[in-house]
């Protein structure tokens, strides 16, 4: 069973950066699309950025330009460089992947999430 475990969630200022980090239990069981994702208490899931296979990127237009993700395959971590924090940013960050098969998950950003992680809390201050 595919474990991912999120860090580095803080309480920061506007304009602060943060960077999250996920460790992937056994990344040779994930498939080619990894993500993060935010929740408001009494909002959808959001998804937030991906990275897929080929290292490509895609981000909500809200980020875009603020928040970077990136994958270290040789420490099985996922990234999220966050800069410029603004309040809109508060929520409980998670990170997920999909798994090699092609069918079942829930699908964002033209993929399909098969694996959660637990989330880890990001509050900015105004």
């Known amino acids: 069973q595919v474990s991912l475990v999120a860090s580095g969630g803080d309480s920061v200022p506007t304009g602060n950066s943060l960077r999250l980090s996920c460790v992937i239990s056994?990344?040779?069981?994930?498939?080619?699309?990894m993500g993060w994702f935010r929740q408001v208490p009494g909002n959808e899931r959001e998804a937030v950025a991906m990275i897929y296979g080929d290292g490509g990127t895609i981000y909500i237009d809200s980020v875009k330009g603020r928040f970077t993700i990136s994958r270290d395959s040789a420490k099985s971590t996922l990234y999220l460089q966050m800069n410029n924090l603004q309040p809109l940013d508060t929520a409980m960050y998670s990170c997920?992947?999909?798994?090699?098969?092609?069918?079942?998950?829930?699908?964002?950003?033209?993929?399909?999430?098969?694996?959660w992680g637990q989330g880890t809390q990001v509050t900015v201050s105004s």
């Open positions: 056994d990344d040779t069981s994930i498939g080619s699309c």
């Open positions: 997920a992947a999909s798994a090699p098969t092609s069918g079942g998950g829930t699908p964002y950003f033209g993929c399909r999430i098969h694996y």
